[in-house]
């Protein structure tokens, strides 16, 4: 299988996993891109800028998924403190203030992953996904005939 075919089913694997556990604590169902915006907000990120950077979406798309969380009431957007020209977004609603049920069910997912694949191989995952990557790479036009794609997959 080809790493980006892993990353996505696993990926899949994680949003999966978050949803079954909002729904089993009362929160109602969120699409992938709700999802993933509360769960950059669970995990510290408080400007829509920075959320867009991180799921590689545009700054409007995020500030629609905002309004809906807003509309919603999982998410409230106010004024930052320490800069009065931005505003910043925080949990609310049956995600609990200070992002507790979040925070739970984010730790319970790893928990689970640890005692699936053990704490070496979760250690190696976040050292991976925590190295630095560098800017992604210019690979330009390739030639119409190639190496065949199985020359391609990493084999571990």
């Known amino acids: ?10 990926t899949n694997w994680v949003q999966d996993a978050i949803q079954s556990a909002l729904d089993a604590n009362g929160v109602s169902s969120l699409t992938r891109g709700q999802l993933f915006v509360i769960a ?15 799921l590689g ?9 905002i309004a809906e969380l807003v509309e919603r009431d999982f998410i409230d957007v106010r004024e930052d403190p320490q800069d009065r020209r931005v505003r910043i977004i925080v949990l609310k609603s049956g995600l609990g203030e200070g992002d507790e049920i979040c925070s739970r069910i984010f730790q319970a997912i ?8 053990g704490s070496r191989r979760l250690k190696n995952l976040y050292d991976a996904l ?27």
């Open 1 to 10: 299988m080809h790493l980006i075919s892993m990353l996505t089913k696993r």
């Open 40 to 54: 950059n907000v669970a995990a510290g990120e408080k400007r829509a800028a920075d959320i867009a950077r991180n």
């Open 57 to 65: 979406i545009s700054r409007q798309a995020v500030s629609q998924i």
């Open 110 to 117: 790893e928990r689970e992953l640890m005692a699936r694949i």
């Open 130 to 156: 925590d190295a630095e990557w560098g800017e992604p790479p210019e690979i330009g036009a390739l030639p119409d005939q190639g190496l065949p794609a199985e020359n391609f997959a990493v084999t571990l």
